[in-house]
């Protein structure tokens, strides 16, 4: 036996095994070893990140949901353009208790809807610098989307005779109606966002419901909503404005009572129910337990809120309008640690 195989037959040292143990640890992974512990880096999800995943902002949703609105809406100029045409101007108006009992002023529905864009300025000043506008924006395109979906159905199947003799009401026709003059009301009273005070609304018969009253009292709901409760003064204002606006409306004749009645009903029972839902997990699912599921716009209010994972906190930003992308999360790409490489 020579002497290099005589060598190679020899037993490692215990000093050598160690030091052939620690040279292919450092050479395969770029870990730390502290004796027998192995440090491990984890990096940890930026709070943005994971606010931003928490609440994203589906700008496709929120597109959708406008178009779902203004659909309505043309739904219920349309159906206020053939009401016009199936009252009876000879009718006199129908007994009210309240308006019976109350002066009138012919200048109070101004007023009233002075009052309306007032209010509508201040929920569209919360929604817009709102950091998760884009969520606020959805839920209240569906619930006005209903309202005015529903108005469109009650103003035209029960047709009342006005409330005010002395309304200026636009020349009603001496044949059918036809589908282009209908869409030239639309058009026109579109043009006058639905308002009497600046003379683009001059047709008559929209009475159940009250749309002034629903839009005073959804201003106020979404106010005090997704504001905090430290701005009290701010909601105990606007509770003022929607009041002093139904009041002022009711002493123009613009609407009866009951019309009053129905659209606080309609529209805080939708507001209360749509709330609901979205609030609470187990009405987002199909259950013998859940009634709301019954409703016919439930699968409309869960896929708006599908992705949505917890009450939107009240937070405020200004708007970045450069910003717009319709991904709704944005991915980063990360260096790939080696160390997951074992």
Request: charged residues 15%; proline residues 5%; neutral net charge.
């Amino acid at each position: 036996m020579d002497e290099n195989e005589f060598h190679q037959r020899q037993p490692l040292l215990s000093g050598d095994l160690e030091d052939l143990e620690e040279h292919n640890l450092t050479s395969i992974s770029p870990r730390v070893r502290n004796g027998s512990a192995v440090k491990i880096e984890i990096e940890m999800p930026s709070c943005e990140r994971l606010e931003g995943t928490k609440f994203p902002k589906e700008r496709w949703k929120t597109c959708c949901a406008i178009i779902f609105v203004i659909i309505n809406f043309i739904f219920t100029t349309a159906s206020l353009s053939i009401t016009h045409e199936l009252r009876n101007p000879a009718l006199p108006p129908l007994p009210d208790l309240v308006l019976d009992h109350l002066p009138y002023h012919k200048g109070a529905l101004d007023v009233s809807e002075i009052l309306i864009m007032i209010a509508t300025i201040v929920a569209a000043l919360v929604v817009v610098f709102h950091k998760h506008r884009c969520i606020l924006i959805r839920r209240i395109c569906v619930i006005v989307g209903l309202l005015y979906g529903y108005r469109a159905i009650t103003m035209i199947v029960t047709v009342l005779p006005s409330a005010n003799k002395e309304y200026h009401c636009d020349v009603q026709l001496n044949h059918t109606i036809s589908t282009g003059e209908v869409v030239h009301r639309v058009l026109k009273i579109m043009s006058g966002f639905g308002l009497s005070i600046n003379g683009q609304h001059i047709y008559c018969g929209d009475f159940i419901f009250s749309g002034h009253t629903m839009i005073l009292i959804l201003c106020y709901l979404i106010i005090v909503e997704y504001t905090p409760v430290s701005l009290w003064l701010l909601h105990w204002l606007l509770w003022l404005v929607a009041l002093s606006g139904v009041s002022m409306l009711m002493i123009s004749r613009g609407h009866y009572t009951i019309d009053v009645i129905i659209a606080y009903f309609v529209t805080t029972r939708l507001w209360y129910m749509h709330n609901a839902i979205i609030a609470n997990r187990h009405f987002q699912q199909r259950a013998s337990t859940n009634h709301l599921g019954r409703l016919w716009w439930w699968r409309l209010a869960v896929w708006f809120e599908d992705n949505v994972k917890g009450p939107v906190p009240a937070q405020f930003e200004f708007p970045n309008p450069w910003s717009f992308s319709f991904n709704s999360v944005t991915t980063k790409s990360r260096a790939r640690d080696p160390a997951r490489d074992i």
